[in-house]
């Protein structure tokens, strides 16, 4: 497993963008397979956004598509989401996750990250 730490969250008006990073402990961090989900209250964790170990494989789910971008560095142990044209219905608690299997479903993901607020305001 993988130690995670998101960072990056607060407060921005619609419209607006903020860039997650999500820095990543251990030597193996290249070989897992990265993730963003995202939780609401009284709302389920969904799936943001996902990318293979190498960056060449990603999935966006519909509502962000076209306006946020998962990318990683494997040189320094962190993945990013930029997030531009912010909605507030994008606001929820953002988690950053790993496991070597590259998947949708959070159930499927074993190491988390303790999440980080987005607020994005009308």
């Known amino acids: 497993q993988v130690q995670l730490v998101e960072s990056g969250g607060g407060l921005v008006q619609a419209g607006g963008s903020l860039r997650l990073s999500c820095a990543a402990s251990?030597?193996?961090?290249?070989?897992?397979?990265m993730g963003w989900f995202r939780q609401a209250p009284g709302k389920e964790r969904d799936v943001v956004a996902v990318?293979?170990?190498?960056?060449?494989?990603?999935y966006y789910a519909d509502p962000v598509k076209g306006r946020f971008t998962i990318s990683r560095d494997n040189a320094r142990n962190t993945v990013f989401l930029q997030m531009n044209s912010l909605k507030p219905g994008d606001t929820a608690v953002y988690y950053c996750a790993a496991d070597k299997v590259l998947s949708l479903r959070a159930a499927d993901f074993g190491s988390w990250g303790q999440g980080t607020q987005v607020t994005v305001s009308s």
């Open positions: 251990g030597r193996t961090f290249s070989s897992y397979a």
């Open positions: 990318i293979n170990w190498s960056g060449s494989r990603t």
